[in-house]
């Protein structure tokens, strides 16, 4: 991951965890971030940025449980589209 920077800002970085991708952004004193091309909205957050990447594996299995315990398919990642 890139250096980390404050003030509301994205780091840059991301963390990739069964085909799901995490963004990293910074907000004072917490780290936090959105997993990446899914539908579904799915956050997590830490006091540190070793913490962020344990609660963004936590949050996709979560979502992966949680879409299993309703019997709902869970979104699959998408590529996003990049211009040539």
Do not use: K, N
Request: with cysteine; aromatic share 8%.
């Amino acid at each position: 991951m890139t250096s980390p920077t404050t003030g509301g800002q994205r780091v840059g970085a991301s963390m990739e965890y069964l085909d799901y991708h995490g963004s990293v952004e910074r907000d004072d004193d917490c780290w936090h971030g959105r997993v990446l091309h899914i539908q579904d909205v799915v956050t997590y957050s830490s006091d540190s940025i070793d913490g962020l990447a344990l609660a963004f594996v936590d949050a996709v299995d979560d979502y992966l449980e949680t879409c299993h315990q309703l019997g709902d398919a869970p979104c699959q990642p998408t590529t996003p589209w990049v211009a040539p």
